[in-house]
């Protein structure tokens, strides 16, 4: 996924999340990790700030999920030729 947040572009592998990563998203949205994706299909704002943190978190920057601000409309999500994680682990 290509992700565009004020004019900066990231590059977020979501079919890879650390267990560290998915608890600390669960924590600051309350979404389990299935309600995550679905939600930044229907433009939730907590989960596309989560998106937004979880990206700047990848880049190295620490900042808090609570001080995550920037104009969720102007975010270009581009998911092209990604695959769409489905909430849930692949079993062996």
Known sequence: MKLTVEGNQYELDLTKIKTKEAIALQK?????LK???D???EMDAVALTGLVWL???RAGNKMAFDDVDVDL???DI???GD???????KTP
């Open 73 to 75: 409309m102007s975010l």
């Open 39 to 41: 939600a930044i299909g």
């Open 83 to 89: 695959e769409v994680p489905e909430g849930k682990a």
């Open 28 to 32: 600051a949205t309350g979404l389990t």
């Open 78 to 80: 581009d998911t092209e």
């Open 55 to 57: 990206a700047f978190k």
């Open 35 to 37: 309600q995550f994706f």
